[in-house]
T-cell receptor, first 112, second 112 residues
Framework: GAGVSQSPSNKVTEKGKDVELRCDPISGHTALYWYRQSLGQGLEFLIYFQGNSAPDKSGLPSDRFSAERTGGSVSTLTIQRTQQEDSAVYLC??????????FGPGTRLLVL | GEDVEQSLFLSVREGDSSVINCTYTDSSSTYLYWYKQEPGAGLQLLTYIFSNMDMKQDQRLTVLLNKKDKHLSLRIADTQTGDSAIYFCAESPSGSARQLTFGSGTQLTVLP
């Protein structure tokens, strides 16, 4: 079936504005992950959802970041009052239970 | 805490073999992964190895794991220009794939 999809592919916003990033996981995958990739750096874990369990939010960098997953499928990552240091590629991945993670193409966020 | 390290750059001639190295610190890692990221794209899972294996071969790819030294390598035989990309090593700490820890990535450049 289709892979993980993310939208928008690119987002340019002004400092202080809120943004929403969307992830559609692979159908049937129970787990969903968000990572952030800053320029020239590796991937930083943000948040993890598994089924109906409480999400693991241990990687969220500040309370401006939040995420939800509706109906155990689509997820939205929200960044409030964006700052320039939030500029990065935001990657979503999904997996069946806790097996291999498959990644989407990412959303490139630029905060001016 | 967990740490995964890779060299930043590797250049090889087309047709030669490439060897990308990775070291990790979490001795309880269950799975170790190699992902490929082409410019402007998300992460593509290349291969993975279970921690009780020493070697895994998949077409042109060979993964070697030295668990004693916590050293993982990816060998690409007959490297092609299409192999030019960033290669990320990742581990699943503490026996769970729920939160991958990534290295900073190795930029592989294949010269004609």
């Amino acid at each position: 079936g289709a892979g993980v999809s993310q939208s928008p592919s690119n987002k340019v916003t002004e400092k202080g504005k809120d943004v929403e990033l969307r992830c559609d996981p692979i159908s049937g995958h129970t787990a969903l992950y968000w990572y952030r990739q800053s320029l020239g750096q590796g991937l930083e874990f943000l948040i993890y959802f598994q089924g109906n369990s409480a999400p693991d939010k241990s990687g969220l960098p500040s309370d401006r970041f939040s995420a939800e997953r509706t109906g155990g499928s689509v997820s939205t990552l929200t960044i409030q009052r964006t700052q320039q240091e939030d500029s990065a590629v935001y990657l979503c991945a999904s997996s069946f239970l806790e097996e291999t993670q498959y990644f989407g193409p990412g959303t490139r966020l630029l905060v001016l | 805490g967990e740490d995964v390290e890779q060299s930043l750059f590797l250049s090889v001639r087309e047709g030669d073999s490439s060897v990308i190295n990775c070291t990790y610190t979490d001795s309880s890692s269950t799975y170790l992964y190699w992902y490929k990221q082409e410019p402007g794209a998300g992460l593509q899972l290349l291969t993975y190895i279970f921690s009780n294996m020493d070697m895994k071969q998949d077409q042109r790819l060979t993964v070697l794991l030295n668990k004693k030294d916590k050293h993982l390598s990816l060998r690409i035989a007959d490297t092609q220009t299409g192999d030019s990309a960033i290669y990320f090593c990742a581990e699943s700490p503490s026996g769970s794939a729920r939160q991958l820890t990534f290295g900073s990535g190795t930029q592989l450049t294949v010269l004609p």
